[in-house]
C-alpha cells in the first residue's frame, strides 16, 4: 500500500535507476519530481507517524508496546 502512494512515477524511476546501476551507467538521476515526491512523502509519513503516536499515546496506545503502537501508526496512515 505504500508503494502505491509514493506514485508509480517515481517507483519506475527507482526501477530505471538500480538497473542502470548494475549496468554500470554514471547518468542514472532522479527527476525534480522524483526528488520533491520522496522527501515530502518520507516526511508526511514520519511526522504523521509521531503524531498520531502522542496524540493516541493515553487513548488507544496506552497499554501497547512502542513498537507495536508505532506499526499501527504506519498502516493507520497507509490506509487513508
Known sequence: MILG???????????????NRDVGTKNARFSL?????SITFFILLV????LIYLLELNGFFKEMSWHKAFFLCIISLSIH
Not at 502512494?5 to 538497473?19: D, R
Not at 519530481?33 to 515526491?37: D, G, H, L, M, S
Not at 511526522?47 to 509521531?50: N, Q
Open 47 to 50: 511526522v504523521g507517524t509521531i
Open 5 to 19: 502512494a509514493i506514485g508509480f512515477p517515481v517507483l519506475i524511476e527507482v526501477k530505471s535507476y538500480l538497473i
Open 33 to 37: 519530481f522524483a526528488k520533491v515526491t
